[in-house]
Structures are given as structure tokens and as C-alpha cells.
T-cell receptor, first 114, second 112 residues
Framework: DGGITQSPKYLFRKEGQNVTLSCEQN?????MYWYRQDPGQGLRLIYY???????QKGDIAEGYSVSREKKESFPLTVTSAQKNPTAFYLC?????????????FGQGTRLTVV | GESVGLHLPTLSVQEGDNSIINCAYS??????FIWYKQESGKGPQFIID?????DKRQGQRVTVLLNKTVKHLSLQIAATQPGDSAVYFC???????????FGSGTRLQVQP
């Protein structure tokens, strides 16, 4: 089955720790994205990537980092600099940033700081 | 700046009725729009999209209308079913910023 896989589904972090959220896609998409969703709110863009070894900051990049070493993978690290990391994190991909097509989403990772 | 917002945070309809979910956007450079459906604890699912050179597009039980003059988008769901209960988001893409910008969502509740 083609799609986007996020892991883990639930993640707990102690304050001051960095954690990495995994996102893998087998859709052969060039573009990948990370969004953050807070309860009762819409999605806010953290980072996006249009090709391997390239990524751009979104609207709320502070306290986060990403890498794009492989086309299939776009991991997100939530660093200790992110002061309010508890949220639902969604990864998405699309064919290309240059083409107007839909983005496909994973099932999300719920991160909780304990 | 870019923003996408929704008029109604919660919409309650009777099963079998038609539903209309509205969305306003502010950037006249927006050229592509998508409606997504999100069920609790899951990722958003694509429903239907429309490009700025169109004013209407129909899918199975859904219709999207685009009014560029007033920067307004709507999603119409015919014969609403209990399985349609979810949060609906509109999203836009603009020239020069290719990542989608999302609105805050409307919760659709279908009453039996």
C-alpha cells in the first residue's frame, strides 16, 4: 500500500529532552511537510522540503529542526528550545511544490510533555 | 498576509439534509484551494479541490464553489450522513508559497 507512515503514534517527552518524529512515504513524492495542530485549531506549517537536501522554514519553525537525506524520509526533531511542544504533529507529502495537487497526510504523532 | 478562516466553528445538521461549510481567504494571489476532512485523532483526508480558473467543481455528493470577487469558498455536502461528522478544513496555496495554508476548521455534527 502506498502512503505516509508516521511513528510513533504517541510520544511522551520529559522537559529539556529532544525527540525525533519519524515520517516515511513511498509515494515517490518530491515535496514533504510538517504541520502542528493544537486542540480545536487548524494546521500550522513548521517546515517543508521540495527536494532531497533542501528544506525551508514555515510559520512556526523555532524550536524545531528537520533533515531530508532521503526522498522517502523527513524526520522532525522537537528540541528543548520549543517551549510548548505538546501538540498533534502531522506529516504530509505531495508530488511537487511546483504543481497544484493535494497533499497526502499521515495519521499523526501526538506528543505530550510530562 | 495570508490567512484562511471559517465563518462557523460548529455546524449541526439533520441526517439527510444538505450541509454548507464556508471559508474566507484574504490573499488574492491564492490559486488553488482544497477541502479536507479530519476525523478525531486522524490525519486530514482530501475531499475535493478547485483551481482559481474555476468557480465550481463537483464530486460525489460534494460541491465546491469559489467566489474570487469576495474571496469566499464553500463546501456543499448533499444528503449528509452520520459518517460525514468530522472537522472540515479549507486550505489554500498561493503563487510564491507552495505549501498549503489552513483555516481553523468547522466541526460538522450530523444528528440522526
Amino acid at each position: 500500500d502506498g502512503g505516509i507512515t508516521q511513528s510513533p503514534k504517541y510520544l511522551f517527552r520529559k522537559e529539556g529532552q529532544n525527540v525525533t518524529l519519524s515520517c516515511e512515504q513511498n509515494l515517490n513524492h518530491d515535496a514533504m511537510y510538517w504541520y502542528r495542530q493544537d486542540p480545536g485549531q487548524g494546521l500550522r506549517l513548521i517546515y517543508y522540503s521540495q527536494i532531497v537536501n533542501d528544506f525551508q522554514k514555515g510559520d512556526i519553525a523555532e524550536g524545531y529542526s528537520v533533515s531530508r537525506e532521503k526522498k522517502e524520509s523527513f524526520p522532525l526533531t522537537v528540541t528543548s528550545a520549543q517551549k510548548n511542544p505538546t501538540a498533534f504533529y502531522l506529516c504530509a507529502s505531495s508530488i511537487s511544490l511546483a504543481i497544484n495537487t493535494e497533499a497526502f497526510f499521515g495519521q499523526g504523532t501526538r506528543l505530550t510533555v510530562v | 498576509g495570508e490567512s484562511v478562516g471559517l465563518h462557523l466553528p460548529t455546524l449541526s445538521v439533520q441526517e439527510g439534509d444538505n450541509s454548507i461549510i464556508n471559508c474566507a481567504y484574504s490573499n488574492s494571489a491564492s490559486d488553488y484551494f482544497i477541502w479536507y476532512k479530519q476525523e478525531s485523532g486522524k490525519g486530514p483526508q482530501f475531499i475535493i479541490d478547485i483551481r482559481s480558473n474555476m468557480d465550481k467543481r463537483q464530486g460525489q455528493r460534494v460541491t465546491v464553489l469559489l467566489n474570487k470577487t469576495v474571496k469566499h469558498l464553500s463546501l456543499q455536502i448533499a444528503a449528509t450522513q452520520p459518517g460525514d461528522s468530522a472537522v472540515y478544513f479549507c486550505a489554500q496555496r498561493t503563487t510564491g508559497r507552495r505549501a498549503l495554508t489552513f483555516g481553523s476548521g468547522t466541526r460538522l455534527q450530523v444528528q440522526p
